[in-house]
């Protein structure tokens, strides 16, 4: 059996982390709060910069979708 992609990413701390920081990619307790989604919601995320690095920013409906996935993920792979 393979492993899909938000169960490779959930609960995972993001490489970027400071000693001071626990960002997870998503995140199982306030998936809102996930890593994955801060780099694309904010200008200035709090570690690294803005994705995608280069191209236009996601529209609001492609920041939408990929918080539902997230959500749902989060919840999904919380049951395994």
Known sequence: MTIGVAARLFDVRAVQNTPSTNY??????????????????MIMPPLGAQMPST??????????????????EATNCGEL
């Not at 997870?24 to 919601?41: A, R």
């Open 24 to 41: 997870k990619l998503i995140d199982p307790q306030t998936p809102s709060s996930s890593y994955i989604l801060l780099k694309v919601k």
């Open 55 to 72: 191209g236009p920013k996601l529209s609001p409906q492609e920041e939408q979708c990929l918080l539902d996935w997230v959500v749902a």
